[in-house]
Structures are given as C-alpha cells and as structure tokens.
C-alpha cells in the first residue's frame, strides 16, 4: 500500500472516560455561573412550578368541581381552576422562552472563550509540536471540535439542571401522591441505566473514530490546497480524488455506525417508559376498584409520569451528546496540555537592547533524539559582524539560525547574546531583537502596507514607505493598482516569489532588530535586484549583527566571517580571501560555482 498521505495525530482512544474532563469542560461557564443560576431559578420557579400545577388542578378539577364524592360539582370552581390553568400555561411559556434565549446565549460566550482559550495556547506552541502535526488537524480542533461542544453548553448545562429539579420534584409528589404507586412506577429506572451504561464504551469508541477520521479529512483537504499546483502540474488529480473518496466514504461509514449506536439510547427509554405507564395502569386499575384511589389521582398521576418521562427521555439524549462531545472534548485538551517545547522560565528577564554580540557555546542539537543535525559547535560573532553559514543542503545552516532565535532548544550548550543564554529571556523581547527573512516568506491577507509592518505595527506610513525604499521594494509597489494600499490575498500569491522577498525585507527592515538572519532571503532575488539590495543592506548590516545563509557566492563573499558547515559541524571558517587560500570545502565550492557559471 502506498505510504503517500500518512497521517500522525490523534491515537488516543483507550483512554478512560474521564469525569476530570467533564470538570474542566465545566470550568468554562463558571464565569457565567449568575446567569446559570437566574436561568434556573426562573425555570425551577415559573416553569416548573405551572407544570407541576397543571396536573394537580385538572385533579381538582375532576375530583371537586366536576364529579366531586359527595355533592354536586361547582361551575365557579371549574372557571376559576380553568383561569388558574391558563395562568400557569402563559407562565410556562414565557419562562420556557426565556431559559431558551438565555442558555444559547451563555453557550456562545462559553464556545467564544473556549476557542479563544484554545487558539492562545496554539499559538504559544513550539515549532517542534507543528513538526508533529498536519496543518488540518490543528485546525479541526478549533473549528469542528468546539463547535460539536457547542450543544452541550447551549442546551445542556441548565437543561440538566432544571431536569435533575424536574425529576426530584415529580418523584416527591409521585411519592407523595400515591406511594405504592410511585414506587411501581419507578422500578424500571434502575433497568434503564444499567443497559445505557453498557452502551456508554461502544458509542463513546465509536464517536473517537468518527473524529479521527474527519481530522485526517481536514488534514488532507488542507494538504491538497496548499499543493494543489503540484498536484495539477504532475497531473495527479484523479489520484488525489480517489484518494479523498476513499477517506470521505471511510468518514461517513464510521459516522453511520456511531450514529446506529447512539440511537439505541431513544428506544431503551422508549421500551423503560412504556413498561413503567403499563404497570401503572394495570396496578392503578387495579387500586380504583378495590377503592384505595380515585379516578381525580389516576389522571393526576398519568400527567405527572408524563413529566417523569421527560426529563429523563431529555437526561439520556444529553448523556449520548456528552458522549459525542468527549471524544472533542478530549482532543480540545490534549492541546491544551501540550506544553511550549521551549519553555519560558518563570524568573524569565526581559532582554534589554543588545550590543549583538553572538555566541555559541558547545551546542549540540538534533530534531529527532538518535540524528544529531548540529554537533559540538563553538561560534563567537562580535557586535556588528556579518556571519555568512555556507555548506551542502541538510549540513545544518538553517538549524543554527533556528537556535538563535530559540524556535528550538540545544540539546547540549548554550546560546548567548551579549552573554546572556536565550533561555534566561522571555522569549517576547529575544524575538524582538532579531528580525528573520526567510526563503519561503509569508504574507498575510491584508494590504501591503499592512505586511510591512506586521514587524512593528506602531511604524508610521511614512516609516513603512522608507523602509520599502531602502530595499528597492518602493518601485514595484508604486505600480500595483492601489500602491501601499493593495489588498493581498493569504500567502501573496499574486505577487512573485521575489516581490514578496522584498516586502519580507522591508517588514525586517522595519522591525529594526539588533540581529539580522537572512535564510536563503536572496535565492529567488534576480542578480540586478541583488545587487542593488546588497548596497541598501550594506548601511544596514554595518550596525548590527547579521547571519546570512546562502548557496549564492555573490552573497556571502563580503561577509565579515565565513562558517563552512558540514554534516552539522564547522569544517572551517574565516573570510573569503583566507578561505580561497587554503584547500578544502568552501574553496571547492567557490570553484565549482565558477565551473557551473563559466560551463
Ligand atoms: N523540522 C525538522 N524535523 C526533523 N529534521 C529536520 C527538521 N528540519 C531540518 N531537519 C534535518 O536537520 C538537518 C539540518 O537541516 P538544516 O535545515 O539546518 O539544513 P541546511 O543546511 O539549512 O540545508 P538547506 O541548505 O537545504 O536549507 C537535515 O538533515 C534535516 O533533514
């Protein structure tokens, strides 16, 4: 079978089912504990109150204004029954209306700040933990996962708790009513839960399932949107479908049979409810004409099972809901308790501006534990200097860049600025003194001028205008339709892949950080463009510290130092005219450069 599209994520499923979940699910609507107890009191108060009422005055009505046991029955006790009884339905309504615009309303602001909980914690994960993860199923959790929570809050918090009243009141005056009665009634109770409680493991199984099949949906959908060029380029749509079809109907297959499942929940309280009205018919009966009970009870009775139904019929559905929300619910926190990979000390200090100077101490590092990328590197870079890493794709130049700026930490050794190891700072003011221009730039939906000052979104127009002056950025912008003020869709893919370098440096530029890392900034950079951002940067660089990574020997030559990198250790280092004297890696790569342009 093809390895294509494997999926890593999402094996949780035998964990237990958890009531400390349920806990921490609840924790989001203690703020909103007030408006949770107003609702329920108003619908314990008004709502319950007339439909408890109701049962009792038809009995009333019955037994004493209609066909009372001694006497004739009372015309003015029926209407004013029959008023009392209307009351209590225009009660029940504007109380039932109410509850429903309430608890929606306290389960939008419960899912808000769950998402926003979730999308803060995501956005404090390292990058180790989105190396781990298809881009899909990240988003899946924050889209689908809390939405599918969102009829807990909604419908299920105060339900459940206006239910448990429900039920606790209509059990009293069950009991109280007729207790022989009551208890018969109520036997079958005990049979419901233990054959709902076997079901719980296969639903709550079940549902796991469906959600893990619908993350690997999202993971792929979003892989096939982000590649869809390649795709269409190597002709392999009709791969890709079939692929996705496959998934899909997989999809659907598991959500089929977890919905089977969920549905034998209805018909066990269907079969408990009609075995309970049965015995109480057949044994009220039977108390009528031995003369224990009237007529006026039965029906009072009836009613009042009625409403013992309810709430329970209303309790198993929530119960089979929890059980689909869990299965999100768990994959919610199993974010949530994924902590930064790289961590920030609580006595973490704030880095003050820094003079740039750079060193790394004995740094050992790899991505995976047994595959060392980085081994036992020494680096002193002084305030001001310009470093170019150079060395055959995969030697580790990207990875020193990426432990500078502490996107990862070293495994052994330090990394120090002005002295100070990264991990002392709060990893806020250490990024904020290092401004990065990568190979594959990102721009954001939003204008040009707006991505320009995604660095330092307090620059002035006119700062964000110099900036794209000072790196030849100013011309092509000045001939887009709207200037600064053109829109740009997610990712820029209407402009070039050089175009949107440029913006990346003038957003860097911008910034004006201590530290300058240009990764392979340069590669998609026409030779003219090069050169003239060469000359802009050279004012630039000379005041502070600079990493550039670069296959291009026009880049790297006027480097201050030269670190030639192989299989993740420094081979040699210097500038370029010491380094052209002396044999060996970056002699032969200088040579072969000339071989190729020259060929
Ligand atoms: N996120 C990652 N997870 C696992 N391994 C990685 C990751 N990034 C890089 N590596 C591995 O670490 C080693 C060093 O990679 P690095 O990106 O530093 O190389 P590089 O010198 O910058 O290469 P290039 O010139 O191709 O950009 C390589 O063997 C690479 O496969």
């Known amino acids: ?218 993971a792929h959908l979003n892989e096939s949107i982000q590649g869809i060029r390649v795709t269409q380029a190597f002709a392999q749509e009709r791969e890709n479908i079939g692929y996705f079809d496959g998934m899909n109907s997989s999809n659907i297959r598991s959500w089929n049979r977890a919905s089977a499942f969920n549905q034998l929940f209805g018909p066990v309280i269907e079969v408990t409810s009609a075995i309970g009205t049965l015995v109480l018919l057949l044994y009220g009966t039977y108390l009528i004409k031995s003369d224990a009970m009237t007529v006026g009870v039965l029906v009072a009775f009836i009613t009042y099972v009625g409403s013992f139904w309810e709430p329970i019929t209303r309790l198993g559905m929530m119960y089979s809901q929890l059980l689909i929300s869990m299965s999100s619910a768990e994959r919610i926190f199993e974010f949530m308790d994924e902590k930064p990979a790289v961590p920030e000390k609580e006595d ?32 002193d870079v002084k305030p001001g200097m310009s470093v170019a890493l150079v060395g055959h794709t995969g030697s580790g130049k990207s990875t020193i860049v990426n432990l500078l700026c502490r996107f990862y930490d070293t495994v052994e050794g330090r990394v120090l600025l002005d002295g100070i190891d990264v991990r002392d700072v709060t ?13 594959d730039t990102f721009i954001f939906s939003g204008t040009i001028r707006d991505n320009i000052r995604y660095g330092r979104p307090g620059a002035t127009d006119a700062e964000v205008e ?65 050169l003239r951002i060469q000359e802009a940067l050279g004012t630039l660089l000379e005041e502070r510290t600079s990493f550039i990574v670069a296959h291009r020997l026009s880049t790297i030559r006027h480097a201050d130092m030269i670190v030639v990198l192989d299989h993740g250790v420094i081979v040699d280092q210097g500038n370029h005219d010491e380094l052209m004297k002396r044999p060996g890696h970056y002699r032969s790569l200088v040579e072969a450069q000339y071989r190729y342009l020259s060929a």
């Open 1 to 218: 079978m093809s390895r294509q599209f494997v999926y890593q994520d999402d094996d949780t499923i035998e964990t237990p089912f958890n009531w400390k979940q349920i806990g921490r699910l609840f924790a989001f609507v203690r703020p909103y504990r007030k408006e949770v107890i107003s609702v329920t009191f108003v619908m314990t108060v008004f709502g319950m109150l007339s439909r408890l009422a109701i049962p009792f005055l038809t009995y009333k009505a019955i037994d004493q204004a209609i066909q009372p046991e001694n006497g004739e029955g009372s015309t003015s006790l029926l209407v004013i029954l029959v008023v009392a009884m209307l009351a209590m339905y225009g009660m029940r309504w504007w109380a039932q209306r109410y509850t429903i615009q309430k608890t929606n309303e306290i389960g939008q602001k419960v899912i808000f700040d769950l998402r926003a909980a979730l999308f803060k914690h995501i956005q404090s994960l390292s990058f180790r933990f989105f190396d781990k993860r298809p881009a899909g199923s990240v988003l899946v959790r924050v889209t689908n996962d809390v939405n599918s929570l969102q009829d807990v809050f909604t419908n299920g918090v105060i339900n459940t708790v206006i239910d448990i009243i429900q039920l606790i009141g209509i059990t009293i005056i069950l009991l109280f009513l007729e207790p022989k009665l009551g208890l018969a009634v109520m036997i079958t109770v005990p049979i419901m839960f233990l054959v709902s409680s076997k079901l719980r493991r296969t639903i709550r199984h079940a549902w796991q399932v469906v959600r893990i099949k619908q993350s690997r949906i999202n």
């Open 427 to 439: 990893i806020e003011s250490l990024r904020s003194q290092i401004g990065i221009v990568l190979q």
């Open 466 to 530: 110099a900036a794209a002056r000072s790196v030849r950025a100013h011309d092509f912008i000045a001939n887009l339709p709207d200037g600064y003020d053109t829109e740009v869709q997610e990712r820029g893919n209407a402009l070039s892949v050089g175009q949107r370098q440029l913006l990346s440096f003038a957003r860097a530029l911008l910034a004006n950080p201590r530290i300058l890392v240009l990764d392979e900034a340069t590669a998609s950079i026409d030779t003219e463009t090069e």
């Open 348 to 379: 973490a200090t704030r880095l003050t501006e820094l003079e740039g100077r750079v060193r790394l101490d004995n740094v050992t590092f790899g991505y995976e534990t047994d595959r060392p990328a980085l081994k036992g590197i020494n680096l």
